[in-house]
């Protein structure tokens, strides 16, 4: 979202308008900022056979999906209903990566039953996949490499308490029960968590599964998750691409060259790819005064935004309706749910009326994913703006 012509626009079409058009509140999505974060991605590996699977938790809106395929990114789900949706979205079941965390195995064979790749995350999983499929069906196998890296606790999943993935001190029993019933792993995985700025972070979780890695010969895939941080406010440090780029390619270079043979590096953005490309708009119901500070109550909450309550996220807010102010004030920006329910404390905004529109952003990646019917309302509307239409 930018400011021309004195107002917000996206696509060169100003943001009150679709306001106008679908109402508040809506989450608005920017097909052009997705391609360029897809592009980003890529330009970071260019020596690199490089596979970009859409971590498709982080939004699922079925156009998003479609836009997703139409750029060449493939597709990794944790459901049986997200892999579902790919299906919808006309994703053949063989781009489809299944990466569910303590589900039933009876989920686990109707992701193979459509062809989808496979991670499996526990040796007790591993062992009936191998009892069920031997050699026939390859697969990957998901490292825990006892990392800890992330923005928040809640969203590291590589550290040593962490439920995700086999600790990599399990590595004799994994290669126990592979090579007893011939298991055909093509793949390595691990995702060290999200909101990752060091670039060493990732390059330490990928030297435990490239060394890992020599112990499969046929290995075709290794697999380094995604997590990379995102700017959420001006200044906010965010994860060197080209950086990483650099440390890794050389590193997984050297890797193939051990094994005699390419292989292929994967990545599965969510939040990266989707996260800047979204916002909430949401109008302001009551600037409310008090003595130690004003409130701008909305009409949305935490049931269509829960990252602000659940994680402490940051989501930096405009008035749309005053992009030019005079006048700021500081505001609690707060939701209409019924228990506290906060987007943000001691904001300084432009100077907030009733029915002036406000946009939440960096809003794209866990927003309407995590949604809910909390207190019987309904969720939001959502618009993707796709060359310069909304």
Sequence with gaps: MQINNHQYQIQNIPVLEIAQQFGTPLYVYDADKIVEKINQLRGA????????KFACKALTNISILKLMRQNGVEIDVVSPQELQLALHAGYEGSQVTFTPSGVSFDEIEAAVAVGSMINLDNLIVLEKFGQRYGGNVPCMIRIKPNVAAG???KIMTAHEGSKFGIDIRQREEILTIVNQYGINVVGLHQHTGSDIKEADAFVR????????????PNLQIIDLGGGFKVAYKKGDHITNMPELGAQLSEAF???????GHELQLWFEPGKFLVSE????????NVVKPAPSRTFVGVNSGLNHLIRPMMYDAYHHI????????EKT???DVVGYICETDTFAKDREINEVHEGDVLALLNAGAYG???SSHYNSRFRPAEVLVYQGKA
């Design 368 to 370: 309407f994913t995590m």
């Design 205 to 216: 979780a990928a030297d435990v599964i490239f060394d890992f890695a020599q112990s499969f």
């Design 151 to 153: 923005g928040n606790a």
């Design 277 to 284: 490309a979204g916002l909430l708009l949401v109008q302001a």
């Design 45 to 52: 590996f260019p020596q690199i056979n490089l596979k970009i």
């Design 253 to 259: 270079l050297n890797l193939s060259k051990k094994l």
């Design 329 to 331: 004030g500081v505001y």
């Design 318 to 325: 405009v008035n749309v309706s005053n992009p030019e102010a």
